[in-house]
């Protein structure tokens, strides 16, 4: 309970600080990104898959609400579902120091993570997110997802990306080894209607990686999954 | 009474008073289809542009701005010599025009020559709030036609300016529609080699610019006179006429180069100032530029004025007939062009292996030398030689990707071919040097003068009477047409007293430009980047002139509050 108050004051002090600040090469703007709103077809029940945004800041405080969500189509439950709320500062010209809570609603338990972490652009325009995780039950864990843009037309480009999670120990309750615990990997072929719409297709492999696959296994579920994937990117 | 007064003076003392007019200008919105869309933006007097002004120089005008929009308004009277209270910026000229007010201008119109009018509040010179403006003048033009038509060339977007902004802000090439692709790639493998070809791509990626970073914004509907292509307006023309062009880059994003195929253009204004006649097949107007050309069409035959925006998206064309219904060839558009390793700034160069690059061992040491010490026209003969062409403008970085090359192969109008027609101050050493390096972050969206944007600086002070050098040092991968209200820029083209004014001053990527100006005009001006997101974003700097005539130099306390920066310079004043 204490972390959504703490979240609570980095909204409040996002919007007191730049007060003084309201001229218009500093005002607040609002953001909506749907990075990734898909569906997945795959062996056994396919897959509803979405991940996105809200943004709300200025040039020199940004507040991220974000939600990355997944659903299978049989069973109806939510594979994962897990909602982020970060304060967000630039710290050079291409990165930026993101810090907050991280809250996973599934699988059980619920549980809800301190996050720190940096998001900006690599060389090479590389796409870069990374952040460390503290679970409130002590575990520590970090997650990398890095992306590109390739044009192949000026209408369609190719995207791939890899996402990483690491966990730096085990959790018998949430099925999670110590090391490598899920890979994702990704190529999308998008066609630009706008800057801010594009309609994609391409395909998506996860795979649950070491200890955390062991759990799968002795469960009886599948480790990993390749899937063909059909969405849209919206931003407004 | 003090009018009459002075009336009487004058009639007394046998003088007649000037010529004098009264305007009614009326601000309200705007349904327009221009692109196949419904779009609303804002308008003087119902129209996009708005109308032609005329008036005549050293006239004493009387303009009434009646505001019927829901939002604070305003006229800026772009180039106009003025007291600086009737310059039109609010929160530095006035307090804006709200919902339901009329303000009345009062000033005299300036010399003769072409301008413009457009808002200087929030973003609505992008959605339709500009017009021309013709000064006539007093006396003979040291140049002769039979006619004249304006010229306006704009843009014009479906997504609000406020959406723009906010989108660019987001992912600055949200509107990039010209990206670099895989089979670019190829191409240029099979020109230049693969490893050349990789290397370039590295390079680029590396510092996290983009080659086709030419316009930021495109996707406009492209303007002539406020008609589309397929409208295609017309300015009619008897065979053997002399016909005086006067063109006017009102967009808010975007540079045109410009032709008329089949027609040579000669320039004989440029900003509002005769120039010395430059006849050209080709010329480039920055956003906020005026050109005046003139052309003789002999043959009784449609000639087709084209205007090919830089980043090559898009056009605006119109047509010069001798009767209404024709229409010339239009032209295809060209590749578009590619920024290279040498108009990539200096600084952040550190750390590449120029020995890969073929262009940019030269470009990178040209562009750290000071340009304003070096004489323009020995330099561009020099460069010359070095280069390939012989024809190399002096005013871009040698080998430049953005250096333009007319379409027939023959004279592009370069900024070191203007020569003032009749210098309006007399020659003198300036005072002192301001230099000012036009900084960005692109990938933020955030532009600045000295690494700060408005909100962040101090205005910049100058004293009445003194003569500054103001030295420009475009370390960013964009043009910037820069526009300081209220005083002449002129031009350091190493022309010595002959040195061209101008109200709006292009500098190209990692090039170095000086102008002189002649302080005298109290009060506070605006200078910034015409590029209207670029201003938006901070490319503004706020000017203070102090001292001069006692009467003009008040300045409203309650004005300088007005101005938010005023609180923000307060806010980080304390820090430091």
Not at chain 1, 105 to 133: C, K, R, S, V
Not at chain 2, 40 to 56: E, H, S, T
Request: with cysteine.
């Amino acid at each position: 309970m204490r972390w959504p108050v703490l979240a609570a004051g980095c909204v409040l002090a996002t919007f007191i600080l730049p007060a003084a600040a309201a001229e218009m090469d500093n005002m607040i703007l609002t953001h909506v990104s749907i990075e990734r709103l898909e569906y997945r077809v795959q062996d056994g029940d396919d897959v509803g898959f979405v991940e996105g945004d809200l943004v709300i800041g200025n040039d020199d405080h940004k507040v991220v609400l974000g939600i990355e969500a997944e659903r299978s189509t049989g069973g109806g439950q939510f594979e994962g579902s897990e909602v982020h709320l970060l304060y967000r500062k630039p710290i050079s010209d291409f990165f930026d120091v993101q810090a907050g809570i991280r809250h996973d609603l599934a699988p059980d338990p619920e549980t809800t993570h301190l996050a720190l972490g940096l998001t900006g652009l690599l060389e090479q325009w590389i796409e870069f997110e990374g952040n460390a995780y503290l679970s409130d039950d002590g575990d520590v864990a970090f997650r990398m997802e890095a992306e590109t843009e390739v044009f192949l037309t000026r209408r369609v480009f190719a995207q791939p990306l890899v996402e990483l999670d690491i966990s730096a120990s085990e959790n018998q309750a949430r099925e999670i080894g110590a090391g490598f615990s899920k890979v994702e990997a990704g190529l999308r072929f998008h066609y630009v209607v706008t800057g801010g719409l594009s309609p994609y297709v391409g395909v998506n492999y996860e795979a649950k990686l070491g200890e955390t696959a062991d759990f799968a296994r002795a469960h009886g579920e599948d480790t990993d999954a390749t899937s063909f994937v059909a969405g849209v990117r919206f931003a407004y | 009474m003090k009018l009459r007064i002075l009336t009487t003076l004058c009639l007394l003392l046998g003088i007649t008073p000037a010529v004098a007019g009264t305007y009614d200008l009326e601000v309200g919105p705007i349904s327009l289809d221009v692109s196949g869309q419904s779009v609303d933006g804002f308008a003087i007097n119902g129209q996009v542009p708005a109308p032609l002004l005329r008036f005549k120089e050293g006239e004493d005008l009387t303009i009434n701005v009646t505001n019927t929009l829901k939002v604070d308004t305003s006229i800026h009277w772009h180039g106009f010599v003025l007291p600086f209270d009737q310059d039109g910026v609010p929160g530095m000229s006035f307090p804006g025009i709200k919902p339901g007010e009329t303000f009345t201008y009062r000033f005299k119109a300036p010399k003769a020559g072409t301008y413009w009018y457009h808002s200087h509040s929030g973003l609505q010179e992008g959605a339709g709030m500009y017009g021309p403006i013709i000064i006539e003048p007093e006396g003979r033009e040291p140049f002769r036609y039979d006619r004249d038509h304006v010229v306006v060339l704009s843009d014009w977007h479906e997504d609000s300016p406020m959406q723009v902004f906010r989108n660019l802000k987001r992912s600055p090439d949200y509107y990039n529609g010209i990206q670099r692709t895989v089979g670019e790639f190829f191409r240029d493998a099979e020109q230049d080699g693969l490893d050349a070809t990789i290397s370039d791509r590295l390079d680029w990626g590396e510092m996290r610019m983009m080659p086709s970073d030419i316009s930021d914004v495109q996707g406009y509907t492209y303007l002539m006179n406020g008609q589309n292509a397929d409208q295609n307006w017309t300015g009619l023309f008897a065979p053997g006429e002399r016909i005086r062009l006067r063109f006017i880059n009102a967009s808010a994003m975007t540079f045109f180069d410009v032709r008329i195929p089949g027609l040579k253009m000669t320039v004989v204004q440029a900003d509002a100032n005769n120039v010395r006649p430059v006849p050209v097949d080709e010329f480039r107007i920055a956003v906020a530029e005026t050109y005046d050309v003139i052309v003789r069409p002999r043959e009784d035959k449609a000639f087709t004025i084209f205007a090919e925006t830089m980043a090559r998206d898009g056009f605006a064309r119109g047509t010069l007939a001798p009767r209404e219904g024709m229409s010339g060839e239009v032209p295809d558009l060209r590749d578009p062009p590619r920024l290279t390793m040498a108009d990539m700034d200096h600084g952040s160069m550190e750390g590449m292996d120029h020995s890969k690059m073929d262009h940019a061992a030269m470009g990178h040491g040209m562009g750290s030398m000071d340009h304003s010490k070096m004489d323009h026209a020995a330099m561009g003969h020099d460069m010359g030689a070095m280069m390939s062409g012989e024809d190399d403008d002096p005013f871009y970085a040698p080998g430049s990707g953005l250096e333009p090359d007319a379409a027939n192969g023959g004279k592009f109008l370069s900024l070191a071919d203007l020569r003032a027609q009749e210098p309006l101050y007399d020659e003198r050493p300036y005072d002192r040097e301001i230099r000012l390096r036009l900084t960005g972050n692109m990938e933020r969206y955030m532009w600045s003068i000295n690494g700060k944007k408005l909100s962040e600086a101090e205005p910049l002070r100058l004293q009445y009477g003194e003569r500054v050098r103001f030295t420009f040092i475009n370390e960013t991968m964009m043009a910037h047409p820069m526009h300081l209200h209220g005083m002449w820029k002129i031009v350091d083209v190493g022309a010595g007293k002959w040195n061209p004014l101008k109200h709006v001053l292009t500098v190209p990527p990692n090039v170095t430009i000086s102008a002189d100006v002649e302080v005298d005009a109290p009060g506070q001006w605006a200078f910034h980047c015409h590029l209207m997101y670029h201003m938006a974003a901070g490319m503004f700097r706020k000017v203070i002139v102090e001292g001069g005539p006692e009467d003009t130099a008040m300045i409203d306390p309650e004005l300088e509050k007005l101005w938010g920066m005023a609180n923000a310079d307060a806010v980080s004043g304390a820090h430091h």
